[in-house]
């Protein structure tokens, strides 16, 4: 079962932090990617960006609205994504819990519903 393990925290850069924290939190994160690659249920990882370099998109009276920054105004931010392939929630919350981001934030588990495989739709089961 695929479950995507969304980190929710404050955003932070080197200035805010100082270098040595910045060091030690990439340590910590290669370290966490690792441990799920050589567990074999690493699907996917991606550090995103900080949100003023996002657009966000609705739709309001049949018309495509295009926002600047992120929709939620809160201090926590999306800010990053690992896709785990493991046999149930028991084990998604154990590598959860893993996570260097549930020391500062929190520690979104979601289970995919679907995936694609070569551009078609497959259930995540």
């Known amino acids: 079962m695929r479950y995507t393990l969304l980190l929710h925290y404050p955003e932070m850069n080197a200035e805010s932090l100082g270098e040595d924290a910045m060091a030690e939190?990439?340590?910590s994160f290669n370290s966490y990617a690792a441990a799920l690659h050589q567990a074999g249920i690493l699907i996917s990882a991606e550090?995103?960006?900080q949100s003023p370099n996002t657009t966000t998109l609705t739709m309001a009276d049949g018309s495509l609205r295009v926002q600047d920054g992120p929709f939620?105004?809160?201090k926590e931010q999306l800010g990053g994504t690992f896709v785990i392939d493991v046999p149930d929630l028991d084990a998604?919350?154990?590598w959860g819990a893993k996570a260097p981001a549930v020391q500062w934030g929190a520690v979104e588990i979601r289970p995919g519903a679907?995936?694609?495989?070569?551009g078609a739709w497959q259930p995540n089961t």
């Open 114 to 118: 679907t995936y694609t495989v070569d």
């Open 25 to 27: 939190g990439r340590r």
């Open 92 to 94: 998604a919350i154990d």
């Open 47 to 49: 550090v995103l960006q």
């Open 72 to 74: 939620a105004d809160t």
